[in-house]
C-alpha cells in the first residue's frame, strides 16, 4: 500500500482560507495513493496559540468539509491532520471548550474517526491550559493496516501505544507541530514507538517556522524493525512510500517481544 505524507510550511502571512484551499489541492494530488497524511493544526499552526480562540470551527466546519471533498474526488483514507475543535452544545466534553482534534475520513469523503489529544503539551501554558484534554484511545480500520491515532506531544507516552496495540493497531498515524530545538527526540521517539510495538510509525510534522517557533520537519516513516524507510527535510514536502503490511505479522513472529509483557494489560492473545 502506498502512504503520502504531506509536510505543509505554515506562513503566516497566508490566510487560512487560502491555505485550506491549497492543502485540499494536494491532497487530490495524491489520487493513487491508498493513505494521505496531514500535520497537527496546519489550518492555524501549532503555536499560533493566540490565534486558537478565533480560527476554532466544530467537528463538521469548513475544513472538515474541505477535506472530505478532497478524500472523496482523490478516493484515499486521509487522515487531515487536526484542527481547533470548538466543542457544540451537546455534544461529548463542555461546550465551547476547545480540543486539539484529527479528523480521519475514508475513500468516499464520509468522516469515519475523530481524535481528540490526549496529551496537551505546555506545562501549565498555551495547548495546556486553552485546551481541554480528550479520555479516548482511537484506532481506524485501514484495510490490511488498522492504525492508532495519536498526536505530537503524545509521543512522549509509551502506554497509549501500547494501549493502541492491544486494541489491534499494526500502524500509527502521528501527525505534529514538532519544534525544530527537539527534533533529536521526535527523531528517537518515532523510531522507539515502533521498536516497541513491532508497527509501522507515519508521522507528519509542520515546516518553515510559525509564531516564531521553526518547525522540525522531518515527516518519517519507520517500519516496524525500527527503520526509517523515508524522511522529509524541513520545507515544504510530500513524502511517498510503499508499506507492506505482512512485514508487521512478519517482525511480531520473528522478534515475539510483545509475548513476553509482564506487566500491564497483557497482549490479546494471552488472554484467557
Not at 495524491?30 to 478565533?54: C, K
Not at 530545538?181 to 523510531?191: F, P
Not at 516564531?212 to 522531518?218: D, M, R
Not at 516513516?221 to 508499506?243: F, K, S, Y
Request: proline letters at 7%.
Amino acid at each position: 500500500m502506498r502512504a503520502s505524507l504531506l509536510q505543509i510550511a505554515v506562513d503566516p502571512d497566508e490566510a487560512v482560507p487560502s491555505r485550506r484551499r491549497r492543502v485540499a489541492s494536494m491532497v487530490r494530488g495524491q489520487r493513487g495513493a491508498d493513505l494521505v497524511v496531514l500535520p497537527e493544526l496546519w489550518t492555524v499552526g501549532a503555536f499560533a496559540h493566540d490565534s486558537f480562540a478565533a480560527e476554532a470551527e466544530p467537528v463538521d466546519g469548513p475544513t472538515c468539509r474541505a477535506m472530505a471533498e478532497a478524500a472523496g474526488d482523490a478516493g484515499v483514507w486521509l487522515h487531515a491532520g487536526s484542527i481547533v475543535e470548538r466543542a457544540a452544545a451537546g455534544s461529548p466534553g463542555d461546550a465551547d471548550a476547545l480540543y486539539n482534534t484529527s479528523l480521519v475520513f475514508s475513500p468516499d469523503g464520509e468522516l469515519v474517526r475523530t481524535y481528540r489529544k490526549i496529551h496537551r503539551f505546555g506545562f501549565d501554558t498555551g495547548e495546556a491550559v486553552m485546551m481541554a484534554a480528550g479520555h479516548e484511545l482511537v484506532t481506524v480500520p485501514l484495510p490490511d493496516l488498522p492504525f492508532g491515532v495519536a498526536t505530537c506531544y503524545d509521543l512522549r507516552f509509551p502506554e497509549q501505544f501500547r494501549g493502541l496495540v492491544d486494541a489491534g493497531a499494526l500502524a500509527f498515524v502521528v501527525p505534529a507541530g514538532w519544534p525544530a530545538r527537539r527534533r533529536e527526540h521526535w527523531s528517537l521517539l518515532t523510531r522507539a514507538r515502533a521498536v516497541e510495538n513491532q508497527a509501522y510509525v507515519l508521522a507528519c510534522g509542520t515546516g518553515g517556522t510559525h509564531a516564531g517557533v521553526e518547525q522540525a520537519g522531518h515527516s518519517v516513516v519507520v517500519d516496524p524493525w525500527g527503520e526509517v524507510l523515508a524522511e522529509a527535510g524541513t520545507g515544504e514536502e510530500i513524502l511517498t512510500v510503499e508499506l507492506d503490511p505482512a512485514r508487521v505479522a512478519a517482525t511480531r513472529e520473528r522478534f515475539p517481544a510483545l509475548k513476553d509483557r509482564r506487566l500491564g494489560v497483557p497482549a490479546p492473545s494471552a488472554r484467557r
